[in-house]
């Protein structure tokens, strides 16, 4: 068991079982991809683990990026408008595919769908390791999927508790 905070953490899954997962996403995306070279794209700050050992795994041509979505308050306290940071390169025809850390409700996947329409990219996919089909609200179509997981909070392997837990290696889920 952990402490992050005021929180208590147990093991929920391994190393081993994560890296079986992302050497999963690797395979049937070098498969999709073949004749291609695809632009990986990391949403920071959690997915930087994940996309670091997909990366390491792929061994076809590709390139990588990292954007961050940053959401300003609006006017209205209930307004938010999305943008993307450091998104400064030309997708023009490109095959993109973001490397997401998790997907809960699906909110930051319709954002990131709609920022990057304008794009004009070749193919549009999303991979994420860990998804939650019970808390998903979205119809948007999740096209590599590493663990499909239940509606609990987790930690580790880049994702956080208030700041801390991003570099366990393995994942905690919060102590019931
Ligand atoms: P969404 O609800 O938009 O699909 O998920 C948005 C974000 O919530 C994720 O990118 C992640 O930062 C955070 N999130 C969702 N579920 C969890 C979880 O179980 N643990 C942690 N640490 N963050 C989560
Ligand atoms: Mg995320």
Known sequence: MIQLHDKQFVPFISAT?????IKKMVAQI???????????IGVLNGSF????????????????????????EGTS????????????????????????????TGN?????????KQQNVKHFKIATLFFKPE???KDIKIDY???RIPN???VGFGLDYDGLGRNLPEVFQLKE
């Open 77 to 104: 306290s209930t307004e938010s408008v999305k943008q993307l940071i450091g998104l400064n390169q030309d997708l023009t025809g490109r095959s993109v595919i973001v490397i997401e850390d998790i997907i809960d």
């Open 49 to 72: 683990m994940v996309v670091s050992d997909f990366l390491k795994l792929y061994k076809k041509p590709c390139e990588v990026s990292f954007i961050k979505l940053a959401s300003y």
């Open 17 to 21: 079982e994560i890296d079986f997962a």
């Open 135 to 137: 808390a998903y609200k």
């Open 30 to 40: 070098e498969d999709d991809f073949f004749d291609e070279t695809p632009i990986f």
């Open 152 to 154: 609990k909070f987790i």
């Open 145 to 147: 999927v590493g663990i």
């Open 108 to 116: 930051t996947l319709e954002e990131l769908k709609n920022l990057f």
